[in-house]
């Protein structure tokens, strides 16, 4: 609940009351004391009004799906039913503008219902960002005859869209490091491939026959046989450490880092899968998940599980979820190839490290 002044009306109901303060001072009698009263018992009776309006208003809001993709139009119902038996006057209408477009729903406007009233009205509604929060109506507003207050109230009902993110290339930049980290000798030093490579070297007993190069060999007149390349021994590991977000605080800035995270991470694990390549993917559902994505339909069941927001059962959760992506950043961990994708470090240089 929020209550804002207004300057100007309340400046006209001042000078309204020392008017009448002074009319029943100088001429007394019925009229001027019954005009007195009726000022000072206006702004307690205009709350309580309001306050009844409130009580006997019902709100039900709804998209034409829980779960939809962000950039789509979907059909957005509110329902406004008055139960009471008091009339409501221009009750303006505040809605989650930050986070959805209307065509056919602006905001501020306002409505009137009549005792035992019902309205219903639709529009288009645009999600702007990935991710879980609410939608539509975010409160109402009722306002005093002489407009000296605005009183802003949460409405009863509110509704939450699942919104899943587009499906990009954004990771892709930061997602092509198979070719960047064998090239640096990321390779085992123990196991080698099965087929004999391009390396070269002097034939020494034991070799296979069909490791020989003949070309090479009648070249230089003597054996040379050809090396198996060193197997590529390093897994690919993705840790999304998430940020806990409250519903209660969930801004505009939140809901755009929150929207670019989810982006990212979606289109990382994209990157892998539309490639057949396995990755093995950390992040927070509740509890910290592990899952491996190495097909379309192991990435679907990804994509679905993280539309629902990043979320933390607990701080202890995400306390470990932190200091597990900050052990993974440090290089030489184990035998995988490390990509941390920090949330709370967008849009700095330490959003997405690869270390190992």
Known sequence: ???????????????????????????????????????????????????LNYRFLSVYQELDSHRIVKGESHVFTVSFDNTGILPIQDMK???????????????????????????KLTAKAVCLYGGAYDVGLKSVGFSDPFGISEIELNVPYTFRAVVSPKITDVAVPYMDIENLKNSIGMKSTVNHEDTPGNDMRLYVPGDTVRSINWKVSARLDKFVV?????????????????????????????????????????????????????????????????????????????????????????????????KLAQERRQAGYGEETNVIICEDEWPGEGFCTVAG
């Open 1 to 51: 609940m929020s209550i804002r002044f207004n300057k100007k009306g309340c400046t006209a109901y001042i000078i309204v009351l020392i008017s009448v303060i002074v009319f029943a001072s100088f001429y007394g009698g019925v009229l001027p004391f019954l005009l007195l009263y009726a000022f000072l018992l206006f702004i307690p009776v205009s709350v309580a009004y309001i306050i």
């Open 93 to 119: 209408l505040i809605l989650h503008s930050d986070r959805c477009d209307f065509d056919g729903f602006a905001d501020d406007m306002k409505i009137s219902l009549k005792a035992k009233q019902s309205l």
């Open 226 to 322: 050809r090396t198996p390349d060193r197997m590529d021994t390093r897994r690919i590991t993705l840790i999304l450490d998430a940020v806990n977000i409250s519903a209660a605080v969930l801004d505009t800035e939140s809901l755009r880092r929150r929207d670019y995270f989810l982006e990212f991470c979606v289109s990382a694990a994209w990157y892998f899968a539309s490639r057949g390549l396995s990755v093995k993917i950390i992040y927070p559902s509740g509890k910290i998940t592990e899952k491996q994505i190495d097909s379309h339909e192991s990435f679907r069941e990804f994509y679905n599980d993280v539309a629902g927001g990043m979320i933390y059962r607990s701080e202890d959760e995400r306390d470990r979820m932190h």
